[in-house]
């Protein structure tokens, strides 16, 4: 079982800046692919970006390629999501999530288990 806890958003102009972080628990963090995903007010949750359990791998949407990196701290159970350059389409709630896989997972059907989101908000 892990249970993922997201932190981080809020709202920023367009141009800014924010980190999100997801906190797991137990001890198997480093087992999971991790992987965030949003969700748009009226629109499908879509797939942001994944990082193998090693973190050695990345996978990006190409709507946020060269603007968010993910990266994780396996020592500290915890995932990240740093993104720049926002924009207003980048408004959503994000989720982050965890896959039994050691690859990088960028289908949301294979993770198993998910956080409860944090709000990003981005003015134009």
């Known amino acids: 079982q892990v249970q993922l806890l997201e932190s981080g958003g809020g709202l920023v102009q367009a141009g800014g800046s924010l980190r999100l972080s997801c906190a797991a628990s137990g001890r198997t963090f480093r087992s999971y692919a991790m992987g965030w995903f949003r969700q748009a007010p009226g629109k499908e949750r879509e797939f942001v970006a994944a990082i193998s359990s090693s973190g050695g791998s990345t996978a990006y949407a190409d709507s946020v390629k060269g603007r968010f990196t993910i990266s994780r701290a396996n020592a500290k159970n915890t995932v990240y999501l740093q993104m720049n350059s926002l924009k207003p389409e980048d408004t959503a709630i994000y989720y982050c999530?965890?896959?039994?896989?050691?690859?990088?997972?960028?289908?949301?059907?294979?993770?198993?288990?998910w956080g409860q989101g944090t709000q990003v908000t981005v003015s134009s």
């Open positions: 999530a965890a896959a039994p896989f050691t690859g990088v997972v960028v289908t949301s059907t294979q993770y198993n288990y």
